[in-house]
């Protein structure tokens, strides 16, 4: 079984500071990992997915994440907050087998300071 | 194409009441899903389904029942609401075959049973 675990259920940063959001996953098997984005009253948005291809991965609007294996770790980063990046954050995880399901996070509220 | 749809947006129901989700996919996806979110909690597993005329199990499918008869739609129902029941509800579908692909979510629907 899969599970993951985000510190922290608020973040709150200024403008043009960094973000750091923080994602600790256990699985038996290899994982995919993934970055979605939540706007209020809004759906899931893929921001970025780890493959197994590269450990540094880039996604949408300035995110990257980077998969550590020896920490079990999949940390979201972006060098300087904007407004605009106000949203609520899950980590997931998922297995190439059977049901292919993703097993949330409890989620990370990032709040942007003017 | 309109990606993954959802009706309706939004329902109140009293205890005891019927109703079903409808979940419509126009992407030829194999896999269907449905999650519900509540605060604090992440997204979790109701049920899925791996191909038209297929259903299973997720993590909390007590009070659920789905049914996949055509390969786009996916039907979520309660057959008697009760206010446990309330919650955000998603739908999700991914390609079947194997390999990192994510799952497409549709804009929720927002239940309230009273």
């Known amino acids: 079984a899969q599970s993951v675990t985000q510190l922290g259920s608020h973040v709150s940063v200024s403008e043009g500071a960094l973000v750091l959001l923080r994602c600790n996953y256990s699985?038996?098997?290899?994982?995919?990992l993934f970055w979605y984005v939540q706007y209020p009253n809004q759906g899931l948005q893929l921001l970025l997915k780890y493959t197994s291809a590269a450990t540094l991965v880039k996604g949408i609007n300035g995110f990257e994440a980077e998969f550590k294996k020896s920490e079990t770790s999949f940390h979201l980063t972006k060098p300087s907050a904007h407004m605009s990046d106000a949203a609520e954050y899950f980590c997931?995880?998922?297995?190439?087998?059977?049901?292919?399901?993703?097993?949330f996070g409890s989620g990370t509220r990032l709040q942007v300071q003017p | 194409n309109a990606g993954v749809t959802q009706t309706p947006k939004f329902r109140v129901l009293k205890t005891g009441q019927s109703m079903t989700l409808l979940c419509a996919q126009d992407?030829?996806?194999?896999?269907m899903y449905w999650y519900r979110q509540d605060p604090g909690m992440g997204l979790r597993l109701i049920h899925y389904s791996v191909g038209e005329g297929t259903t299973a199990k997720g993590e909390v499918p007590d009070g659920y029942n789905v049914s996949r008869l055509k390969k786009q739609n996916f039907l979520l129902g309660l057959e008697s609401a009760a206010p446990s029941q309330t919650s955000v509800y998603f739908c999700?579908?991914?390609?079947?075959?194997?390999?990192?692909?994510?799952?497409?979510f549709g804009p929720g629907t927002r239940l309230t049973v009273t």
């Open positions: 992407m030829n996806h194999e896999y």
């Open positions: 699985s038996s098997v290899p994982p995919y």
């Open positions: 997931a995880v998922s297995v190439d087998t059977g049901r292919r399901a993703l097993t």
């Open positions: 999700a579908s991914r390609r079947g075959t194997s390999g990192p692909y994510e799952q497409y």
